[in-house]
């Protein structure tokens, strides 16, 4: 049974960082393209970040480029998403996906607020 665990969110103020991680058991890791999605209320879930199997194969939504890096570390199963410089509208529920099979994890909430 496939479960990702997604950790990390947090209430920050504009201008701060955080670190999400996404802990993956019952895939297939390293075969794996992770992505990260967000879910602001009454939008629908979007793309953030999506990293391949070859850690240099990323691609992130406009929104986020220059502020946002998506990585992995095979040995330890995770991904993580390194967000800097957040913005208000970078409130949202942020969810981890793997593509094979394709699962979600629960999500974390990130709140960017003063």
């Known amino acids: 049974q496939v479960h990702l665990v997604e950790s990390g969110g947090g209430l920050v103020q504009p201008g701060g960082s955080l670190r999400l991680s996404c802990v993956a058991s019952?895939?297939?890791?390293?075969?794996?393209?992770m992505g990260w999605y967000r879910q602001a209320p009454g939008e629908q879930r979007e793309l953030v970040a999506s990293i391949g199997i070859s850690s240099g194969n990323t691609n992130y939504a406009d929104s986020v480029k220059g502020r946002f890096t998506i990585s992995r570390d095979n040995a330890k199963k995770t991904v993580y998403l390194q967000m800097n410089s957040l913005k208000p509208e970078d409130t949202a529920v942020y969810y981890c996906k793997s593509t094979w099979p394709l699962a979600w994890g629960q999500g974390t909430q990130v709140t960017v607020s003063s």
């Open positions: 019952g895939i297939i890791f390293s075969d794996n393209t």
